[in-house]
Structures are given as structure tokens and as C-alpha cells.
């Protein structure tokens, strides 16, 4: 899409939760947010239900295909909970205890802990654990796949202690705002595209208020290529249509 | 998961706004609810760019794992609306012009219709249009994906006007809520889903309110299932740690 190439990324949640409705997403609405305003582009959001083979085969083909993937869900201590053996699949390694964990868990739960709790501490062989000054547990990575936990305060707060490390050229975002018909807009906003393969073309028809008819966006990492497709795209609409520019 | 066997389905929502969180998804949240409501078991929920080779893998593998698939999205007259053609791809029939749709499209925009509104009545061959007495347009169908457009009111309104056809065995859920610790009861977590392997077991920590710790969820489309799994989880459970169950 532009010269430097772009960081991409996926989101996967895990949880039957979602699926039946029980509980709506707020991870990967957040996830969206931040990884926009990072730079990075996200380029899928996988639901799953808690099934090791299904997040196996789904976390397998994200790794390969984007540069970060992000799951949620699925790390406590119950039947339901197979996100690490999934990721371990997904790698083809195996579950191991991991020492530094298996320390800070005991470490937290005191003597006499049960397997239960020890559980905490199992991970995909050759996982990495990264500490973040303001987590008080460490986040567990298994190659580019960052495992975080489905209750939005942790998955935030895990998610804004690494959020440095994946910070990319930031997305450069212009937006025309018409009153002209999309479906007449439709040849000249494939002439913008065609032209300017650097960025990104969107067209939003408008349903509600009255303003504007249609809201079109182009985006990329480089703000000169924004602002010349936005240039070309100008002199191609009726001036007296535009309501505004952004 | 059960004897009768059930109906699955996947939704596929196609669209740069959502990635980039220029807007946030609204119809996987509608339809999960009536998915739910119908009987259907959501398999997955998949957001993907507005890439036509990426909807044509994606509706590729769901369409042959689920009972039905519904896409969200690119179905207007811009270049960034490619769904038609992924869908086509998909099920590797080229895109046709519908002679049934061209006579809707020509009704409506009236002479001197242009070729971009005439796109309106493009489809994969051999797809099928659904009348439905409360739909102004047909809903457009090839084999078991329906295609639906991504603005919400629309989304919604053809969704309703065919919602009956997809009507399975309800769901059957009970709940109970436990003051007991989620590391303590996942072992007998683990018996209830070995010993009931017709019923989906969760189990979802509280951190917010004081109430209660842990709620289990039971689940099935067979109404038996659920009360005998209900009563041998409460006989496992500590009576005394039991808040309330539904």
C-alpha cells in the first residue's frame, strides 16, 4: 500500500461467551482504537468459541499472515479456558510450566498452592514473558502472538503496558464531505483510486442527518500522498457540493 | 454437541471503517442477539478489509463448515465495495448481471438509469432473490450466504424480513452464581462438562460487583440436558457459597 511497509496486525477473541451474546466484545473495540492510533493496521478480528483446535488453526494462519496478533480470552483455570494449548498448537510446541511464571505465581498465592492455581503458570515452550513497570504481572508472548486475558480492566491494562512496542508512522487520514450522489460519485472515486494506489479510498453514504450526501476518506502513512489524492480528488467533484474538507 | 444436530452459522463483516474504527460494528452485535434468540450456535464472527480474495477465502471456508453465512458490507456502487465479487469467487461462478434485480433497479431509478446503478442488479450467478412482504428490496442469497448491507437500518430491516426461515430448537441456559473461587471449582467445572457432554459449560469471574464470584453457565437446545447438568453441578457446589441460580 506505500512505501515503508506497514505493520499489520490481528485480533482474536475467544469465548462462547461472545457468540452467545452473554457478554458483548470490548476488546477488540479498544484493541481498534489503539492500534489505529499507533499506526498499525489491523487487518482481521477473528470470534472463536474456547476450542483448542479452532484457535490452533485460527491463531496458525494469523501469525503467518500479519506482523502482530492479539487474542483474548480463554486464561484462567477452568475446563473452558484452552487458549495456551491452542497458541502451543498453533506453534507446534508443547505446554510447558514456565519457570518465571511458576516463581511469581507461588510467589503470589503463597505455600500450599493446588494445580489449579499452578496452572497459571503454563505456557507454550519458548514463551516470553515481558515486564512493564506499571503491570503486576508480566504478559505472556509465544513469537508474535501476545496472549491477554478476556476481562476488559486486565486486557486493557496489560495491553497499555506494551503499547509502545508496536508503535508505527502514524496514520495520515483526509475527509470530503459532499452532497453528491455516491452512485454518481462511483467512476470518479475509482479514477482517485486507480491513480493513487498509496492510499486508501473509502466512501460512506450518508442516512441520516442532511449535510452531506456522502463522506469519502483516504488514508496512509505518508501525509503528502494524502494530500495529493485529496488535491486530485477535489478538482474531480462539483465545487458548489462540497460541504466540507477535513 | 447434542443429539438433534444443530444449526451453525458465521457472520462476516466486510469493511475498512470497521478496521480502522472509523465507525464501530453495529450488525454483529444485532445479529448475535438473533442468532440466539433463533437457536442458531455462532461458530464465528470474522471482520475482514474490503478485499475481494479475502472475502472469497473467507466465505470459501465458512460456507462450507456452516449451516449459513451472512456477510455485512460492499454492496453499494464504489470501487471499496467488492463483496459481489468475492462472494462470486467464492463459489467460483463468475458475476452475472440478475435479470429479475436489472428490472427492480431499472423500475425504481426509471430511464436513463447509468451503468452505475445498474451494478445494483450484479450477483453471483445462480443466486437467489427472497421477497419478504415487509422488504421493499429482495434479499439476495447465493446458496447459503446471504448478502446484506452494511448500513445498520438496512442491515436490520432485511435481516427481520427473513429471520423466521432460520428458526431452530431453542437454546436452554441456566445460570448459578457461587461465592467460591474460580481456581477452587475448575476441577469440578471440568467433572460437569465430562459427565455432560451434551450441555456447553461456562465459567465467568466477577470483578465487579461483591455478589457473587463466579457464574456458571449451562447450556443446550435440549432442556433435559440442562436440568440434569444443573442438578449434578449443584450437588458438586458448596451450599452455602450458592447466591442464587436461574
Redesign the interface.
Known sequence: MDAMREKTAAIIIIG?????????DEN??YL??EL?SLGV?????????DDADEIAATVRECRAKYDFVFTSGGV?????DVTIAGVAQAFDRPVMRHPEMAAIVSDYFGAGI?E??M?LADAPAGSELIYAATARWPILATGNVYVLPG?P??FRHKFAAIRERFRAAP?HTAAVYTRED??????R??QV??MHPAV??????N?ERGDYRVKI?I?ANEAEAVARAKSFLIALLDPFLVVRSE
Open positions: 462462547n461467551e461472545i457468540l452467545t451474546g452473554k457478554t458483548a477488540a473495540r481498534i482504537g489505529h493496521a489491523l487487518r482481521r478480528i477473528v470470534v472463536i468459541p484462567g483455570p477452568t475446563h473452558d493446588d489449579s492455581r496452572r476481562v480492566e486486565i496514520f455516491e452512485f454518481d460519485l462511483a467512476s472515486l475509482r483510486a486507480a486508501a479510498v473509502g466512501s460512506y453514504p442516512f476518506t488514508e
